[in-house]
């Protein structure tokens, strides 16, 4: 996710250090960084507070309105509703601070959720206080909130460093003093601890060393491990970062190694993971580990095995494990394993990439062609091998939206293209001709920008497809430059963000100012009206050329930008008027208001959706079970989309094997989807195999585009929402292949 700039985020003045908690988990006296925030909570919490909630929440909501054995569902969609707002609209996010001593725990634990979630660091005094919660689950979700708060300090400048590590510092000793003796919140601690963002490598390696103590003296194995899982996912996220951070200590590694090989973690595949993936995240694992990885039982942990070696100067050892991988039984640890072998061309040949073309998986396949593409350009053979696949695919009714394994046809002219494109040059423009299918046409425009193939460029400027289109104007710039400028200018007119980004990329140190920036602002007025938030990305491409040709004349027109309903864009458009007309401008931005959903229905009974798929398969299913009490916002606008049939015909434009899979874009594209930006909805729940997120591009900014993950990624932990995970037709989901099609998803209710 992009990060928002830091030092506009901070709401006070970073001091001192925060003091631990004393003994019995009350907080002392708190530290300068929190004088003005505290002051202010503890001021309306005497008496505005109540008036507030009085007044903004429904009367049947009020604390105590309910018997503490019936969850009280209205309360729980008000806090939800609070929460989604961030404190901008509406019903001020303190408002939720009296439900923090509610008889239930399901609302104590919505309300620090809530708390956790702003990003917010004024809020954690409120936060700390519910580490002394009766309820396990309760102070679990309060540590993993702390950790969330804390990520307003992520990106902390230079200046402000040392009160940042300092303030972190007194919250992981706080952390650590309420960590309980159990394996959960062991787990929790642990994890929170290694997420914490560090400025510099003396406070992390201090957040590990806390780690260390923790894992010696409490149970890790209990509750099926979730204490060692913990306590690896927190070393993990130290490691990711050694190279800003500094190398773990060899204790650290040592206890990864040893929590990986432990009894215990012969039934536990997902400690077994995290294990090997901080190891090799730290640079610290040793071909014996890897060599008993590779013949693990689970897939995963084989897959691991053979991308672990790639950095190691062992060449032996890293053929050996590719080797056992390309003949492995499961689909992504060979996939992973053709990727890799790339690296080993040069000494190793090409045979096993040509071999691995045969392969019956689609995905193993066209890595092999990739790999053919990027290494054996000079091998016999290779050049034959790429045009057979494109023939193979022509002789079997290339123009039909039934064609099997049509990427694989996409794969093989790109490659072609690359090692002979004057062999390539008439399979490209055979595929542009390709009415069916508009992927095809999309890999032939990409394979006519390399072959320079301008007439090829020029007809596909006008492409039905504008993921077509926009590639198009990408190659174009690069093969003529501005000699096509004209065109680009009238691009700018398209009413896909897609084409209009190209467009004004390809401006980029453009000599015709005038009609450029007048096309620009007219592009600017159209997006702009559709009142859309996830116009950013095509409004902040406009504005980015702006700065380079729009004239001083032009800041009147521009001024009324500068309250935009995207705080971002009035800032980009203030730093631009103020430069045109010499003089400081201020952002004053509107915001839109978020956008309701139905929540209190889906907090009682289980919900799940049946995904069908359509392709040369047939029909194909593979059912998710949502989770509306840990992202309900997220849930609804799901439920309300797929009964509306929004995601009916739409694609998963983006496949990444071994990563994700995403869709839910009207234009199968990254920038298109639902227009209001979604609220994150983070939690402790891992992106584990199987589940699904919310794509984002920056903190808050998802438009109802869905990602499936096809392994642990836990990298992508409290950054993006989960929202729910795959209970049937896992292998059905991880055969999807690129621009395969929803035909349709049901939301079913037990």
């Not at 008496?47 to 909630?53: A, N, P």
């Not at 954690?124 to 519910?130: D, F, K, L």
């Amino acid at each position: 996710m992009m990060m928002e700039n830091w030092s506009a985020k901070r709401k006070f003045d970073l001091g001192g250090p925060p003091a631990p908690a004393a003994p019995g988990g009350r907080p002392r006296r708190s530290p300068p960084v929190f004088s003005q925030s505290l002051t202010a909570l503890c001021t309306v919490a005497a008496g505005v507070l109540i008036l507030c909630l009085a007044s903004n929440l429904p009367a049947q909501s009020r604390t105590g309105s309910r018997p503490a054995a019936t969850v009280p569902v209205q309360l729980l969609a008000d806090i939800a509703r609070v929460e989604n707002q961030r404190g901008k609209h509406g019903t001020p996010i303190a408002t939720l601070l009296p439900h923090a001593q509610h008889s239930h725990p399901a609302v104590r634990l919505a309300v620090v959720r809530a708390l956790g979630r702003q990003q917010d660091t004024a809020f954690v005094p409120a936060i700390r206080a519910m580490l002394n919660d009766a309820v396990p689950s309760v102070r679990e979700a309060a540590v993993d909130a702390l950790g969330q708060a804390a990520q307003a300090l992520r990106g902390a400048p230079p200046p402000q460093r040392a009160a940042a590590a300092s303030f972190l510092t007194g919250l992981s000793e706080t952390i650590v003093s309420r960590a309980g003796e159990y394996s959960a919140a062991t787990g929790m601690s642990s994890r929170t601890l290694g997420r914490l963002p560090w400025p510099d490598s003396v406070s992390a390696r201090a957040a590990e060393q806390k780690i260390l103590a923790l894992a010696a003296r409490r149970d890790l194995w209990g509750t099926g491990g979730v204490g060692a899982h913990g306590v690896l996912h927190g070393l993990y996220s130290l490691a990711r970062a050694r190279r800003t951070l500094g190398a773990p200590a060899p204790a650290a590694i040592a206890l990864m190694e040893r929590l990986g090989r432990a009894q215990q973690a012969r039934t536990l595949p997902e400690v077994r993971r995290l294990a090997l993936l901080g190891l090799s995240a730290s640079g610290g694992v040793s071909a014996a580990y890897l060599r008993e990885a590779s013949t693990d039982t689970d897939e995963q942990v084989r897959r691991l095995a053979v991308l672990a070696p790639m950095a190691t100067p062992d060449a032996d050892l890293r053929r050996g494990l590719l080797s056992r991988g390309l003949r492995d039984a499961s689909p992504i640890v060979r996939h992973e394993a053709v990727r890799q072998w790339r690296s080993l061309v040069p000494a190793e040949g090409c045979a096993e990439l040509i071999n691995a073309v045969a392969d019956g998986d689609a995905h193993v396949a066209i890595a092999a062609i990739d790999g053919i593409a990027a290494q054996c350009a000079q091998h016999d053979g290779a050049v034959d091998l790429l045009a057979q696949t494109i023939q193979q695919y022509a002789a079997a009714a290339p123009n039909s939206t039934a064609n099997p394994r049509w990427q694989l046809h996409a794969h093989a002219l790109l490659g072609l293209t690359r090692v002979a494109p004057d062999r390539a040059r008439p399979e490209i423009r055979r595929s542009a001709q390709n009415t069916a299918i508009w992927g095809v046409r999309l890999y032939a425009v990409q394979s006519a920008a390399i072959a320079r193939d301008t007439i090829t460029l020029y007809n596909l400027l006008s492409d039905a497809s504008p993921n077509v289109q926009a590639s198009a104007i990408d190659g174009l710039a690069g093969v003529v430059g501005h000699a096509a400028d004209s065109l680009y200018i009238t691009a700018l007119g398209s009413p896909h963000y897609q084409v209009v980004m190209a467009a004004a990329r390809a401006l980029r140190g453009t000599p015709r100012h005038p009609p450029a920036s007048e096309a620009l602002i007219r592009a600017l007025s159209r997006v702009t009206a559709e009142r859309r938030e996830n116009t950013r990305d095509a409004r902040l491409a406009i504005l980015e050329r702006l700065t380079e040709v729009a004239q001083s004349v032009q800041a009147d027109v521009l001024r009324p930008y500068v309250t935009d309903f995207d705080s971002t864009v009035a800032v980009t458009t203030a730093s631009l008027v103020g430069r045109l007309i010499g003089a400081p401008v201020s952002a004053t931005p509107r915001l839109l208001v978020p956008q309701d959903e139905a929540i209190a229905p889906l907090l009682s009974g289980e919900w799940s959706a049946r995904i069908t798929m359509r392709g040369d398969r047939g029909n194909e299913v593979f059912t998710v079970r949502l989770f509306p009490a840990e992202a309900p916002y997220t849930v609804a606008r799901f439920v309300r989309l797929a009964r509306a049939g929004y995601y009916n015909g739409l694609t998963f434009h983006r496949v990444e094997p071994g990563f994700v899979i995403q869709g839910g874009s009207p234009s199968a594209v990254e920038y298109v989807g639902d227009g209001p930006f979604m609220r994150d909805e983070v939690g402790p729940r891992s992106h584990t195999r199987g589940t699904l997120g919310i794509s984002t591009r920056g903190r808050d900014t998802g438009d109802a585009q869905i990602f499936v993950n096809l392994t642990d990624n836990y990298r992508l932990d409290h950054d993006y929402t989960v929202f729910a995970e795959i209970v049937a037709g896992q292998a059905i989901a991880e055969r999807v292949r690129e621009a395969d099609t929803i035909h349709r998803v049901e939301i079913v209710r037990r």
